[in-house]
């Protein structure tokens, strides 16, 4: 099934549950006014007969909490079906090649980058929006680490598990809702290093306190009322309890007000790791980042959620009732102050690896949605020291306007291309510097077969000046040229140059481009330069290594073709 069938497919199936949902909702609703009614109504004619009053008004309040409680969930599920529906109409104009619905990426634009900036990697346009489909901050930026880490490490393992998410739309597009219901002011990173560095509020000593103190007012509530005791000594307790929490009372406050803004998305994040935990993997890298949420006994999701319980216990102190009542008489505050540090004591070097395993699966989402969406070829992984493609084009440009070329280099070797403006020298190479980085991240690439062995990219394209550091325009490219050939003397790397030296006059720029070029050559480097310097041919007579090409044009009926 084509990928627009199968959006098509998971949208209708995503609205018409939103409509089911929706009925279920009115029917609650109206539920919930008639059993109000009805209660009144109920305790109005037993107003005579006070235990049937009291019974009615206790099923009456249950069965309006119970709807209560009912209809938060299935206000919950309206959204996640809101959010399905949304996925699938972006993902219609994805497949139009407008991707301007996802997140560029525009803060992780690095002008000092070994390739980033010079490919449009991030920004309006970018190849990140291409592949975004994140739903949280930290899963943003681990797909801009990805890729942005030029590293070669188990590319057939990232190939699998791209392979793996692509073939599962469901799957992807349940967990992309899910983690979408996630508030997006909630930071774990700052969850966890606040969890880190929690100061004890309730000591050890008074947890038998705990247990004790509510039996204690259960038994004198229930001897006031057999007027056994006079009720004043229930409202002495009641101080004495009041006292007994107020003494921890700023603590707590602070407390509550820090913890509290991360209690929107906790929920999520449980049945986030929750599905993660469930589903079965094949492919040994989406094992691993399950491996990261696998516990001895509890499943993380489940312990999560109790971390989101007990922050919500604690923010019940905000009802009357609960603040003057359970306090009074249960020690409200601090049964659950000390429940939320039994739980770091016994979870806080697990939290951020959890967190994590939901981050990075949140960046591999839109790696899978990419490989689904287009029919490119998965590299071939090869040690012939070469990159060997057909029909190689550029994934940001659609269909219709691309053109594709044959491309294959030998390692050790330099090309020069050369031709006229608007021919697409610089498409050309951003053409190869993102099929690299592609291959390097496990993606597939836009081409017919693509053969090479792995390698590093880095590239010097697009230099500019800087008022700040009092740079101009040819100092930043000299230095930019010599990164270049320091990281040559560490690493090997495939190199991708556009016009170097433009910020100088001709002739220097001629002496100085072709000495670079040698000195690549000396280091028997790898890469493509695009130039205007016919001058720079004359390279290939002094090195078998350096070969020439170029980018033609004509006039055919008075038009430019290139």
Known sequence: MEAKETYLKLKKEAEFNLKKNKSDIRFV????????????LLIYFFINTPWLATISGIVGLGLFVYFIYKSGLLSKKKKFFEELISINEKEFKALAYDYSCFDNGIEFKDPNHFYSNDIDLFGEGSFFQCLNRTQTLEGKAFLAKKLTANDLELIKEKQAAVKELSNNTVWRQHFSALAALIDKKVNSKILFHWIKGHYKIVPSRIYYSLWIFPIISLLLVGLATLSIIPSSVVLIWLFIGLGYVGFYLKRTNQLVNEISQFE????????????????????????????????????????????????????NRNNFIIGIFGNGFGLWDLQYIYQFEKWIEQHVNKVYQWFEAIHEMDALIGMGTYAFNHNYTFPEISESKCIDSTGLGHPLIHPDKCISNDYK?????????????????????????????????????????????????????RSTDSLNNEESYFFSELKRLRFIIDELKLHNYFIVLDEILKGTNSKDKEEGSKKFVRKLIQLKSSGIIATHDLSLCTLSNEFKEVSNRYFDAEIKDGELHF
């Not at 919930?32 to 009144?40: D, Q």
């Not at 094992?287 to 959620?305: E, F, L, P, R, V």
């Open 29 to 40: 609703i109206l539920a919930r006014v008639i059993s109000f009614v009805i209660t009144g």
């Open 264 to 315: 929107d998305g906790l929920k999520e994040y449980g049945e986030l790791m929750e599905l993660l935990e469930k589903t079965e993997f094949k492919s040994k890298n989406l094992q691993i980042i399950q491996s990261k949420i696998k516990t001895d006994n509890q499943s993380a999701g489940k312990i999560i959620n109790q971390l989101y319980k007990i922050i919500n216990q604690l923010n």
């Open 409 to 461: 280099i030998n390692y050790s070797n330099f090309q020069i291309i050369t031709g006229a403006n608007m021919a697409g020298k610089s498409t050309f190479l951003r053409t190869i510097s993102t099929a690299i980085v592609s291959a390097n991240n496990g993606l597939p690439v836009c081409a017919e077969t693509f053969v090479y062995e792995p390698i590093k990219l880095i590239s010097s394209m």
